[in-house]
């Protein structure tokens, strides 16, 4: 079982910036692979961005270039950098451990983004 907590999330002014963090509990975490997803309002959850054990990444098209996905296997935590947010980045941000085959199955509880226009 995996334990996953978020922090970070708030109110913030388009082009700002925000860091999410994930803590996860258990030993598999540096095996593990992890990601950030988001679900807005009425629409689908989706992928931000998710990072291998050894530290690869990929993003989503639109946030390349603004948001960055880190670890820390030392303390079993996942980051996520935002920067230059825009109002469409407004959502709940969820962290989420997968499984060997790369698919989502621990969630955190979600942590809220707002961006003002």
């Known amino acids: 079982q995996v334990q996953l907590v978020e922090s970070g999330g708030g109110l913030v002014q388009a082009g700002g910036s925000l860091r999410l963090s994930c803590v996860a509990s258990g030993d598999i975490f540096s095996r593990t692979i992890m990601g950030w997803y988001r679900q807005a309002p009425g629409k689908q959850r989706e992928l931000v961005a998710r990072?291998?054990?050894?530290?690869?990444?990929n993003s989503a098209d639109s946030v390349k270039g603004r948001f960055t996905i880190s670890r820390d296997n030392a303390k079993n935590t996942v980051s996520l950098q935002m920067n230059g947010l825009k109002p469409e980045d407004t959502a709940v941000y969820y962290c989420?451990?997968?499984?060997?085959?790369?698919?989502?199955?621990?969630w955190g509880q979600g942590t809220q983004v707002t961006v003002s226009s």
């Open positions: 990072i291998t054990s050894s530290g690869s990444t």
């Open positions: 989420a451990a997968h499984d060997p085959w790369g698919h989502p199955n621990y």
